[in-house]
């Protein structure tokens, strides 16, 4: 999946612990797309990469708007956001996300 990001060149792309912090998942990955187009395309993709390299659906929310999508990979939640979106809901800090608990995403 971060991969996936990676290849489709996302911005700021930082994965959250959740274990222990909620039941919904284990981890959190939030990353941004330029424009709507971008952060669309992304959602399209993490799809069917985890549909082909794991026999599985995911649940997506907030196509076609695009402005921010959620993908429900069941262990693993990713929100795609454009910049101004992503700042204005700030999941990060309602997360109690600090520098030292995230796992930098790479790769």
Known sequence: ????????????????PLAGKSSIAD???????R???QVASMAQKISERIKKELGRNVRIEGLPVADWVL?????VIVH????????FYN????????ESNAAPAGG
Do not use: K, N
Not at 91 to 98: G, K, N, Q, T
């Open 71 to 75: 993908i429900d990979a069941d262990d």
């Open 27 to 33: 981890h959190m990955v939030i990353a941004s797309g």
């Open 91 to 98: 999941l990060e800090r309602m997360w109690a996300f600090e």
């Open 1 to 16: 999946m971060l991969r996936s990001l990676d290849d489709d060149q996302a911005q700021e792309v930082v994965t959250i």
């Open 35 to 37: 424009s709507t187009r």
């Open 80 to 87: 795609l956001f454009r910049p101004e979106v992503r700042t």
